[in-house]
């Protein structure tokens, strides 16, 4: 079984092992499949057609059904890797080792943004953008130049406390668990953590930056801890709305996965807090 770690308290080999698995599935060109998929759920998301991946109830099934099968490639690569979270609200410096050369590497310089160390650095040419939103072809991050702060503890607890899964008009304007996570509303937990990060990250070709699979495990994360906190609350809504993925409908690009077969996590892996 799959048990996903915080990324703190990886060893030197399980950090050097996920970076080599990242790396592979870029050179043989399944990583950048990922990036597409995710741009176009993106732009999807904006037309008036049904909105799956974002500003929508189904954001978490849709990003956990994602996360399912970016693991799943690296795992035919090193069966040994599984996804790390990165707790943000804890692990909130730059200095972290998050950012060291040993694994992501750090923040870009001040005059592009461009990531200087590191695996995924230019210059160590593992690392082309090629699904990209404009000319520039490297790895970006500008770390707190966006917004100061990441989210704190006392902000991820008072979305952890909200009782109801989601609410019409099912969208960014919702109150609500998903939408106070997703970030349009209140205190603005996944959301700001893209714009912190900056670069490829606050777009839609976010999963550029490997650091998207890390944050995204984490609100993954904070469901699962969300659904054990209220036993009584469930996803919403569970049919005959418009526009959205009701519980029972299949879920885009899949078509073979509902919101109800993705409640549970431990049918596929779990939290080293479990
Ligand atoms: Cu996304
Ligand atoms: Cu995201």
Known sequence: MTVRKNQASLTADEKRRFVAAVVELKRSGRYDTFVTTHNAFILGDTDNGERTGHRSPSFLPWHRRFLLEFESALQSVDASVALPYWDWSTDRSARSSLWAPDFLGGTGRARDGQVMDGAFAASAGNWP??????????????????????????????????????????????????????????????????????????????????????????????????????????YLPTGGTPDVVDLDETMKPWNDVRPSDLLDHTAHYTFDTD
């Open 129 to 234: 953008i090629n699904v990209r939103v404009d000319g520039r072809t490297f790895l970006r991050r500008q770390l707190g130049a966006n917004v100061r702060e990441l989210p704190t503890p006392a902000e991820v607890e008072s979305v952890l406390n909200t009782v109801i899964y989601d609410m019409a008009p099912w969208n960014s304007a919702s109150d609500g668990f998903r939408n106070h996570l997703e970030g349009w509303r209140g205190v603005n937990l996944h959301n700001r953590v893209h714009v912190w990060v900056g670069g490829q990250m606050a777009t839609g070709v976010s999963p550029n930056d490997p650091v998207f699979w890390l944050h995204h495990a984490y609100i993954d994360k904070l469901w699962a801890q969300w659904q054990r906190r209220h036993p009584g609350s469930g």
